[in-house]
């Protein structure tokens, strides 16, 4: 079984974060006694040339001592460098209660719905092609493999989903709802986990711009370097976005239709706690992402990742899987994540407990409510019928401006 983490792959660079942190205060100790020493010369030399005496030696030693304290303070410098690139590499410490292990693992905690029985059921690639929806050719055409086109109906069923879930988080859930850019900059990436850890996986631009794989990254870091009141926490944000990932349907694995894109859209949901909260406000989130699934009546799990299948940055994370009869699997729509005060900290995100105390971190957490492509294939594959058609769910009706999919004209 994984241990927790892959400490053996860590251990190497937690042994030398440990030295370099010795050799750091090492050196800031020497740094301070130089400091010492050259300011006890400095005012023996004040006190010399009030005299009227020569102070040429004591000059000479303290020019010295100048250099030394440069030279120390530059090789603490180097070591401080590596010792913060070091530890942006070491991923968040897994709660006691997240389950040892990899992907086998994972415990399924509860579900929801009456999953529907596969046979008859065609894939969505199938009937959203039929429907005349679904443009998989001309996505590979003007971008290459991995990128879709919905057309029609398809495109209002996109337009219905983020006007329905903003909505939903806004008014019935009490988030806070954000535009925010698309593209941002590395330390807005690094602020949230992203980076270095993911450099490979993001599409970068010529000026060091990176496209967002999810609305996490923005709405994180519009708090960072704030301290906030206690009063405004819990502090809810959400927003609507498309999101980029260089990563989708790596080496093959479920290329096909709409499973595992480079871009798609997502609402996501983002929350800033207090430590002894967090715990409990996981929970809260997860029923928030929850709820949008069962307003849609679509059959889903909730599952407890294990340790070694959770995220780099998460402390404990809860993924919700949709059923999606055509492809007969589970399919993942959301992950609810506590994040601690991981990203607080790269972030510099604080909150005052009250009125002179010491700033302490925040925790933060996010969900996705949801991702649009799967959400879509679980409604083109649950409400498919025999004739060909879709129908809506009745929460979208008034969203999407009728109750069914049909066949293009």
Request: negative net charge; proline residues 6%.
């Amino acid at each position: 079984m994984r241990r927790r983490r892959e400490l053996d792959v860590l251990a190497p660079r937690i042994e030398r974060a440990e030295v370099l942190d010795a050799e750091r205060r090492a050196l800031i100790q020497r740094v301070e006694e130089k400091k010492a020493k050259r300011n006890a010369v400095s005012q023996e030399v004040a006190r010399l040339k009030k005299q009227k005496e020569s102070a040429g030696e004591l000059i000479r030693d303290m020019r010295a001592l100048g250099d030394e304290i440069e030279a120390l303070e530059a090789d603490l410098a180097v070591r401080e460098q590596e010792l913060h690139d070091i530890l942006l590499q070491l991923p968040n410490i897994p709660l006691a209660d997240v389950p040892e292990g990899g992907e086998e693992s994972n415990r399924v905690v509860r579900s929801w719905g009456e999953p529907r029985v596969s046979d008859g059921v065609r894939p969505h690639w199938e009937i959203g092609e039929q429907l005349g929806i679904l443009d998989l050719a001309a996505g590979a055409k003007i971008s290459g493999s991995g990128f879709i086109v919905l057309r029609r109906q398809g495109a209002r069923l996109v337009r219905a989903l983020m006007s329905f879930l903003l909505d939903l988080h806004t008014r019935e859930q009490g988030y806070e709802e954000a535009w925010v850019p698309f593209l941002v900059t590395r330390e807005t990436m690094t602020g949230t986990g992203q980076l270095p850890k993911f450099e490979d996986d993001a599409y970068r631009t010529g000026d060091d711009l990176f496209l967002i794989p999810t609305a996490e990254v923005p709405l994180t870091n519009l708090l960072r370097g704030e301290i906030l009141d206690a009063s405004v926490l819990p502090y809810s944000l959400t927003a609507y976005t498309p999101c980029f990932r260089r990563e989708a349907g790596a080496a093959g694995k479920d290329t096909r239709g709409l499973i595992r894109v480079h871009q798609f859209d997502k609402v996501e949901l983002v929350r800033f706690v207090t430590p002894d909260s967090s715990a409990a406000e996981l929970e809260t989130l997860t029923s928030h992402a929850e709820r949008v699934l069962q307003l849609l009546e679509l059959p889903y799990r909730v599952l407890l990742l294990a340790a070694g299948d959770t995220g780099f940055a998460s402390a404990k994370t809860y993924d919700l899987e949709l059923w999606a009869p055509g492809v007969g699997k589970w399919l993942e729509v959301s992950s609810c994540s506590n994040f601690g005060d991981f990203q607080a900290r790269r972030a510099n995100i604080r909150y005052r407990p009250g009125p002179g105390e010491k700033p302490r971190f925040v925790h933060t957490l996010n969900g996705s409510a949801l991702a649009f492509p799967r959400t879509i294939i679980a409604i083109l594959e649950q409400y498919q019928r025999p004739d060909g058609t879709v129908t809506i769910p009745n929460v979208l009706r008034p969203y999407f401006g009728g109750d069914l999919l049909s066949p293009a004209e």
